[in-house]
């Protein structure tokens, strides 16, 4: 992959090295590169060449945009962006730590304590994006990075700022369908196509910390239409049913905040992590 990009070392190599592959998806590539001139290393996100139309490009710098605005200790931080051999590319941060979906992969569930923890953390994150007109979209355990300090928020590509005309996505996972977000954590209103507003962010953290207690995620299906479908005709398990041992407290705000209506929902970030204590 260095090799197909070689244009890019060569253009950034004043600055960045290149290391390794740290992490990809279908318009990206994420590089471990080392910083040269502040000797550190960080995460260099770069857009894949094919997917360099103008509304690739749009939605990459809208990315951008979007996160380097957010300055949080749970958002993972934008260091620096730029075009380099004619690739849009940007520099964040780098986190050691696995992302939940690894140590959920690994351990099947977490503690109690830990899994609130992190709700917490990227609960604070999402609190402060929502203030500043940002709606992420797309929560997901793959998103969430882990290190000694806490959890960290990555990943604005599906981000709706109110400060940025709306750019259609697709969704990979379900052809044929513009909608934005991960099946088995969105919304009903966001795979519906209606209008969305913080509560869908509440919503999707709700489903990551429902699979993070009892090792399932509350939706699911044996392919991406039946997952979404699933939101609409079924109510998650009670999640007692598989851990007893969660207080009676933090299921009755978790499944406030896996309601189906928003309005049933809670109305800020702010109190559902009240709510969990």
Do not use: W
């Not at 103008?54 to 710098?61: H, K, N, S």
Request: aromatic share 8%.
């Amino acid at each position: 992959m260095l090799r197909r990009l070689a244009g890019l070392e060569e253009a950034i190599s004043q600055r960045y090295t290149l290391l390794r592959v740290v992490g990809q998806g279908a318009s990206s590539i994420v590089y471990l590169a080392y910083d040269l001139e502040l000797s550190r290393r960080v995460a260099l996100k770069v857009l894949r060449p094919e997917r360099s139309t103008d509304t690739g490009a749009e939605r990459f710098l809208q990315e951008i945009r979007t996160a380097a605005r957010l300055v949080h200790p749970n958002i993972l931080e934008v260091y620096d962006a730029g075009v380099a051999g004619g690739f849009l590319y940007y520099v964040t941060r780098f986190v050691s730590g696995p992302s939940l979906r690894v140590r959920l992969n690994r351990l099947g569930t977490l503690g109690v304590r830990e899994a609130v923890r992190i709700a917490a953390d990227v609960g604070r994150g999402l609190s402060y994006a929502h203030h500043h007109g940002v709606i992420h979209r797309d929560v997901k355990p793959e998103n969430i990075l882990l290190d000694g300090a806490g959890a960290l928020l990555a990943d604005f590509g599906t981000a709706l700022s109110l400060r940025e005309p709306a750019l259609p996505r697709r969704n990979t996972t379900t052809p044929g369908l513009f909608v934005s977000g991960t099946p088995e954590y969105m919304s009903p209103e966001q795979i519906a196509g209606f209008a969305v507003d913080p509560r869908t962010d509440m919503y999707s953290l709700a489903c990551v910390l429902y699979e993070a207690l009892a090792g399932r995620p509350p939706f699911g299906g044996h392919d991406a239409r039946c997952v979404l479908a699933s939101h609409f005709l079924r109510r998650p398990h009670p999640l007692r049913a598989f851990r007893p041992e969660v207080p009676e407290e933090i299921c009755t705000a978790l499944h406030r905040a896996l309601s189906r209506d928003p309005d049933e929902r809670f109305c800020t970030m702010d109190q559902f992590l009240l709510a969990l204590g």
